[in-house]
C-alpha cells in the first residue's frame, strides 16, 4: 500500500520553508505589534515561547530514522505539550510515516487524525486527510474514508479525492460508482499525478464485462452439449 507519494513533496517543502524561515516569520510577526503599547512584554515572550517550541522540533525530526522508539516517545511527548501549535500537525505527519513502515495502521489513522485536527492550512489539512482516507480504506472503515474525503477540501485537491473514492466504492463493489469517480479524476488531470488511474478504469471495464463473457462461454457448452447428448435437466 503507498500511502506517501504525491503529497510526500509538498509536506517536505512545507517542513523546508519552516526550517529556512521560521525565525524570519515570526519575527515579523513579532516586530508588527511591537509597535503597540502595552504588547511589548506579551510578545517578547510569546516571540520566546515559538522559538523555543521551533528548536524543539528541529531537535525531533533529527532523530527521525535513528532511534525510532525514542522518536516516537518524544514526538507524542511533543504533541501532547505543545497543543495546536503549527508544528504539531507536521510531528504528527512525521509519526505517521514512522508508524506507516511497521504497517501500524491503527497508530497511523491516530496520528494523522492529529494532524488532520491541527493543521495550521488547508493544503496540510487536504495532505492529511488523503493520507488518513487511505488508512480508513486499508482498514476497511469505507464510511469513515468516504466521510473524510468530504470535509470540504480544497478543489485543487479533487484528483486525488476523486480516486480514493473510486477505490473505496470498488471495495464494496459499487462498480458504476467507481467508475464514475474514476472518470472524475482523470477529467480532473489526474493522470498527471497518478497514471495508475487509466488502468485502474481499464481494469473496472473488464470486471464488468466479465459476466457477459461467461454468459456466452456457458451458452455455447449448453448448445454443443445439445448437439452430443440430450440434456438433463
Same mark, same amino acid.
Given at each position: ?57 528541529q531537535k525531533l525530526i533529527e532523530q527521525s530514522g ?65 493520507? !488518513? %482516507? @487511505?488508512?480508513?480504506? &486499508?482498514?476497511?472503515?469505507?464510511? *469513515?474514508?468516504? /466521510? $473524510?474525503?468530504? #470535509?470540504?477540501?480544497? +478543489? ?20 458504476? !460508482? %467507481? @467508475?464514475?469517480?474514476? &472518470?472524475?479524476?482523470?477529467?480532473? *488531470?489526474?493522470? /498527471? $499525478?497518478?497514471? #495508475?488511474?487509466?488502468? +485502474? ?13 461467461n454468459q456466452l462461454v456457458d451458452e455455447k457448452t ?12
Open positions: 500500500m503507498e500511502i506517501y507519494q504525491t503529497e510526500e513533496q509538498q509536506v517536505e517543502a512545507i517542513k523546508s520553508y519552516w526550517q529556512q524561515n521560521g525565525y524570519t516569520i515570526i519575527a515579523g510577526i513579532t516586530l508588527g505589534f511591537a509597535g503597540f503599547i502595552g504588547f511589548n512584554v506579551y510578545q517578547d515572550k510569546k516571540f520566546e515561547q515559538e522559538l523555543a517550541v521551533s528548536d524543539s522540533y535513528k532511534d525510532d522508539k525514542a522518536f516516537t516517545a518524544n514526538g507524542e511527548k511533543f504533541i501532547s505539550k505543545n497543543g495546536t501549535n503549527s508544528y504539531v500537525a507536521l510531528t504528527a505527519l512525521a509519526l505517521a510515516k514512522e508508524s506507516a513502515t511497521y504497517k501500524d495502521w491503527p497508530q497511523v489513522q491516530k496520528q494523522l487524525t492529529i494532524a488532520v485536527k491541527s493543521a495550521p492550512t488547508d493544503g496540510i489539512k487536504a495532505i492529511a486527510s488523503l493520507r !488518513l %482516507a @487511505r488508512v480508513q480504506v &486499508q482498514l476497511e472503515k469505507y464510511s *469513515d474514508a468516504l /466521510a $473524510t474525503l468530504n #470535509s470540504n477540501l480544497p +478543489k485543487s485537491f479533487t484528483a486525488a479525492i476523486e480516486e480514493i473514492k473510486g477505490d473505496v466504492y470498488l471495495q464494496q463493489d459499487k462498480n458504476d !460508482l %467507481a @467508475r464514475n469517480a474514476y &472518470q472524475a479524476a482523470i477529467a480532473a *488531470d489526474g493522470i /498527471a $499525478t497518478s497514471p #495508475s488511474l487509466q488502468i +485502474k478504469l481499464d481494469d473496472l471495464a473488464q470486471v464488468t464485462t466479465l459476466p457477459v463473457t449448453v448448445t454443443e452439449s445439445v448437439v452430443i447428448e440430450p440434456v438433463v435437466k
